[in-house]
């Protein structure tokens, strides 16, 4: 499957940029839970983004913050005033909170481009640019585009983040090469307004904390399967940061496995069961081993053909993320993470822990 994927990550091409007038004009989404620590750095990536001012607009969508998010915005406004933002409260009606809030400010927006993005975020300079070229090559009702991390440690929990991230945007991308994408990320994704108000945006997905992204987009998939494109471009990319602590690792990704669940595609179903029970045979294979010495020999190669084809994977992703990849802390995670998968899969049956809110399964 690894293999499959890193052919469409090769075949997808590097989104050819270009001159252009910059025309689009675009509705930037930021639902924000108690970020006031990371929203500075945000507005202030928003605010150096090379594109008139004119043609944007920055939505930030309170959803019930006790923390200092708020004073953080408003400072930064009255020291920028030139970024034209506006603050309004989450109107909740369903499970998902995101959801919802990524509704109330598109009800709000003057634009008919859609942008979101998250509020831990960072976005480069040519950000709105690629967007708008995007637009013109393609004609799209949907735009996806990479995210990665910045700053990453050199810790095991920073480390093990950075290996699965990569892989997944990898996937991503490799899946929209091979014609068959079945996933997106929130953080940096783009949509054409009209086409979500005719979809009737995320209805049907209510029930899910999640899923703001790729449930949208295999909504737009059905309707317009030739219109949906992601931007395989260095320039186009949202960094954002790691966690800081296993426990919201753990509820991060569990979060993530709990939408599974809804996937309509059946490359995606399948994706996941193969992943869950590739580590799933890894684990009992390692357990195994230990109490009938004699399969020790069909394990280790076991694990030595999932290291191989992680690397095989991983290294596709060299040029556009350009991050190094250290051989120990690839090694260790290789090894950790079927244990974290198989966890997290199970986990995920349970419901989970997200800003500070418990969601059931």
Known sequence: MLFFFSMGYRRLSIFPSSENINESKFSILIPFRNEGEQLPGLLQSLDQLDYPKKNFEVWMINDESSDNSLEAIHTFTSDNPNLQIRIIDNNRKTNSAKKDAILSG????????????????????????????????????????????????????????????LSLQIITIGAFGLGKPFMCNGANLCYHKTTFLSLNGFEGNEDFAGGDDLFLMEKMLEQYPKSVHFIKHKDCMVNTKTENSWNAFFSQRIRWAAKSGGYKKRIGKLTGLIVFFGNLTLVVLLLSAFFYPQIWAFALLSIIIKILADLSLIVNGKVLFNRPIVPLFFLVSSLIYPFLNVYIGFQSFFGFTWKERRYQK
Request: hydrophobic share 45%; proline share 5%; aromatic share 16%.
């Open 106 to 165: 598109i009800e709000l927006s003057n634009f008919n481009w859609i942008i979101t993005t998250d509020a831990d975020c960072r976005v480069p300079e040519n950000w709105l640019k690629l967007y708008d070229q995007a637009i013109k090559t393609y004609e799209p009702v949907l735009l996806a585009a990479p995210v990665g991390y910045t700053n990453i440690k050199n810790t095991v929990l920073d480390q093990i983040q950075f290996f699965e991230f």
